[in-house]
């Protein structure tokens, strides 16, 4: 039986990828593979996929389809369930207070209107949904 075809990329214009996003998922291969979740053909196989990617969702391939990392407890909403922050106040749709484990940032910004906070954008390669992350202070 062939394998199955790689996810579509996300709509819209693709975003290139960034050294910071290369560095994030060979990261993940290698918590993956001290795991044990990989072998060392399968963790050289998926580095290369990432350093020869030139957009984020092709350098994302090589992550999708591994378990989510865990051992660290998130206080995070679980995607799809509505959150409160303060009384009264609702995050909206794809809005986190921080990144999900194995989301990719890409580099689109934007500044939320109602806020005036600038707001990251990050893609879980799992399904490829956007989700968006107050950019961190530097």
Request: aromatic share 4%; net charge neutral.
């Amino acid at each position: 039986m062939p394998a199955p075809p790689p996810p579509a990329p996300p709509p819209g214009p693709r975003s290139l990828v960034s050294d910071t996003d290369r560095e994030h998922l060979l990261g993940l291969l290698r918590e993956h593979y001290a795991r044990g979740q990989l072998d060392l053909d399968e963790m050289s196989r998926r580095v290369g996929v990432v350093l020869a990617a030139t957009y984020s969702d092709e350098a994302a391939a090589a992550v999708t389809d591994l378990p989510l990392l865990g051992g660290t407890a998130s206080a995070e909403p679980t995607p799809g369930r509505a959150s409160r922050g303060r009384l009264g106040q609702r995050r909206r749709h794809a809005q986190r207070t921080q990144p999900g484990a194995g989301w990719v940032p890409t580099p689109e910004r934007f500044r939320d209107p109602s806020t005036r906070v600038i707001m990251r954008v990050w893609i879980d390669p799992a399904d490829l949904s956007r989700h968006y992350v107050p950019e961190a202070d530097g």
